[in-house]
């Protein structure tokens, strides 16, 4: 892991709150009374003494001067751990700065932890591998170092569970101690419970069919989601823009069937006859869209290999062979709760999803054994008891219409949960079963960044994240990807930060399609949308992980973040803290360009605020308005103030006429206003625009 991350000053703040080191309360009785005089060389067959004759600390918790706050963090909670072992009413970590000229101590009577410039760190981080750590004791030291900062603090963790077992009963540690491993975060693709529930077959073969209607769309999406962890033969559905990026997944080598082997095209009826062999039978639910029922089958279906039937389709399985293995019929989402099956299901994945909506993510559920439900109220806390027995870092693939974008958001940010919109994507299950091996940008800025004279402008549009718009038009419509004034200037497009797992034939053609003037930034906020500033620093932590490792997968170097009123230091580390994300572009919910082209910087990468909101009906997003702005914005490349992220507002532009308006042409409502800038503004892909900013600004 990259360091040089600067230490905040609300950490430091927080970090004296511990006092000074080594006083121990009076009254207050040491954990071992007969072995407080022996000191931290004292190597007797109990081991090594942690309080010395004073009855304080015999070791000092010692870190890199320069690390991550998420590593400053855990020394605070290694010292807390250690304070209330050995009941010392104050105890605080050190780091290893030395004044110029003095000699770097050899740690004993320390704590290491991390990349120390203490020698003993050394000879242990040399032996490390790729993610492995070590805790250690040699020479009087204590030794807690990973191959990167997460490995650390893994190390960290394990060496307080080692301690509060054996110091707290005996005031010791073994001399000999050594304890190794690997840190792992979730891999979002192959792990079975991870964060992102993939295909687990990869499809050789695609069985093209028009889809279905009514209740038998149903039985057809949970079909589609079965058979992706069945066969490498599976289901697509022809809907969205499925033929723009269905010759790239021909070029991979995958066969398309439009029709059986009796020449007759497949649908419903036809591909439950062909997949009856690999399932355990149906679950018969009720066929009204207005009951609970048919959720209940379809949350089910993937957990007993079972495809959803609505008693209007039953014959259709019956024919093919299938035995009913669950009736419920009658059966409402309480009933699923309080039922054995409901323990079963996934705690990484749910979809919130109109059962009318079918067969869109019905697959999904069907392939992860997801809970599938809708919640149409509008009691936030009703809403958050619905989806409360999920994981930390769960999914939420849907959307919600009824509750709202906000109080949607809102509610599973404060659960530590994040939403994929997608309530409107067919084929996502099918999708996900392929993977773009070699996942490259064509448009890669290499330059200095340096710059002199200029005010540096980039554009970005908004809502990328909705796999169901990616799926559904974004590339393909004039307003968007789509438009032919695409190349005649930089311009930034969001794609999914899931993208190279969900979605990989669509990222391809967006990639491959590309003129060295688009650019692909991950969106929005994680692997979903989600507020991170309301998500606990445990969760967030690893959500940036995840985040992180999809980014790399997607080739994307940039992230943006919406949060709500969420621009501080504190949010954004541990995004930044990953060497896959080398910048963050931020907006806010209430007001895109809240915070106005602030920048806040983690060590050298920036995360940099919207100064302008292009948006149709805003009096401060109109064209004109914007444009003056720019040309009288400072071009010093010193300063933050010499550079301009916009924000596109994906649902507004110009229409025919030139007029700024709401469903207008987003990419047109960009190059007007491009024709009104001056001569000392240039407008440059994200990716240069981070370029010039770590170059250049002052921080």
């Known amino acids: 892991m990259k360091r040089g991350f600067k230490v905040i000053g609300l950490l430091l703040c927080a970090l004296l709150l511990w ?16 072995t407080e005089t022996q000191s931290a060389e004292s190597e007797t067959e109990a081991g090594i003494a942690w309080l010395d004759e004073n009855g304080e600390c015999a070791f000092a918790v010692v870190r890199p001067d320069i690390c991550g706050n998420s590593l400053v963090r855990k020394c605070v909670e290694l010292t807390g751990a250690i304070k209330d072992t050995l009941k010392l009413s104050r105890y605080i970590p050190t780091t290893d700065f030395v004044e110029r000229g003095e000699q770097t101590p050899d740690g004993k009577g320390e704590i290491l932890v991390g990349d120390t410039n203490r020698a003993l760190t050394r000879k242990y981080l040399d032996q490390l591998g790729p993610n492995e750590y070590i805790v250690a004791y040699d020479s009087g030291a204590y030794i807690l170092v990973g191959e990167n900062d997460r490995a650390t603090m893994k190390a960290i963790e394990v060496f307080m569970e080692y301690f509060a077992k054996t110091v707290s009963k005996t005031g010791y540690l ?44 149903v039985l057809l999406g949970t079909l589609q989601g079965l058979v992706c962890n069945l066969s490498s033969q599976q289901i697509l559905i022809t809907a969205g823009t499925v033929n723009a990026f269905l010759p790239y997944i021909k070029d991979w080598g995958v066969e398309v069937s439009t029709a059986n082997e009796d ?135 849907g959307y919600n219409n009824t509750l709202g974008e906000f109080s949607t958001v809102a509610s599973f940010s404060g659960m530590n949960l ?13 999708l996900s079963s392929f993977e773009w091996d070699d996942t490259q940008q064509k448009s890669v800025y290499e330059g200095e960044g340096k710059v002199s004279g200029k005010h540096t402008v980039t554009f970005l549009l908004s ?49 491959d399609s590309a003129t060295p003037s688009d650019y692909f930034v991950a969106e929005l906020s994680g692997i979903g949308y989600t507020f991170p500033s309301k998500w606990s620093q445990e969760a967030r932590d690893e959500m940036a992980a995840c985040a992180a490792q999809a980014m790399e997968k997607a080739d994307c170097k940039y992230l943006e973040i919406l949060d709500d009123h969420g621009f501080e230091k504190q949010y954004l580390d541990s995004f930044l803290f990953e060497d896959a994300i080398e910048g963050l572009f931020y907006i806010d919910y209430g007001n895109y360009a809240e915070y106005g082209g602030k920048i806040v910087w983690v060590g050298d990468k920036p995360a940099v605020s919207a100064r302008y909101r292009l948006w149709a009906g805003l009096k401060d997003g109109a064209i004109e308005t914007i444009a003056r702005q720019i040309n009288a914005a400072s071009t010093n490349p010193g300063s933050a103030d010499a550079y301009s992220f916009v924000i596109v507002h994906a649902w507004s532009g110009v229409d025919a006429q030139g007029n700024q308006v709401d469903g207008g042409d987003s990419m047109a409502g960009v190059k007007a206003l491009i024709n009104l800038l001056d001569d000392d503004v240039e407008v440059v892909t994200a990716d240069e625009f981070m370029a010039r900013i770590r170059a250049n600004v002052r921080h």
């Not at 006092?19 to 007969?34: F, I, K, L, M, R």
């Not at 994945?349 to 079918?358: F, G, K, M, T, Y």
């Open 19 to 34: 006092g000074c080191a080594g006083t121990v309360d009076s009254g207050t009785e040491s954990p071992n009374t007969d």
């Open 174 to 217: 073994p001399e000999k101690l050594e304890l190794k491993g690997e840190y792992s975060f979730v891999n979002v693709l192959k792990t079975e419970n991870g964060v992102l529930r993939c295909a687990r077959y990869r499809a050789t073969e695609l069985l093209q069919t028009g889809g279905a209607s009514g209740a038998e769309a």
């Open 263 to 397: 020449g007759k095209s497949w649908n419903t009826e036809r591909l439950l006859n062909h997949y009856a062999s690999l399932l355990d039978g149906y679950i018969l639910c009720d066929s009204s869209f207005s009951t609970e029922s048919m959720n209940v089958a379809v949350s089910l279906s993937g957990v007993l290999n079972a495809v959803a039937v609505p008693d209007n389709c039953e014959k259709m399985a019956k024919d093919a062979g299938l035995t009913m293995i669950l009736d419920v019929r009658g059966k409402d989402d309480r009933w699923l709760r309080s039922s054995e099956y409901f323990s079963r299901l996934s705690r990484t994945v749910a979809v919130e999803q109109p059962i009318s909506l079918a067969p869109k993510l019905v697959d999904v559920a069907a392939m992860t054994g997801a809970y599938f439900s809708f919640y149409d109220g509008q009691d936030s806390k009703e809403h958050d008891e619905k989806f409360d027995f999920l994981d930390d870092g769960a999914v939420v693939y």
């Open 418 to 430: 994040q939403m994929i919109p997608s309530d409107h994507a067919y084929n996502v299950s099918t």
């Open 463 to 511: 809502d990328g994240d909705n796999v169901q718009w990616l799926l559904n038009g974004m590339m393909t419509d004039s307003r968007w990807y789509g438009s032919s004034l695409r190349g005649d200037f930089p311009m930034n497009y969001g794609v999914p930060t899931a993208a190279a797992y969900l979605t990989a034939p669509a990222l391809k053609y967006l990639y």
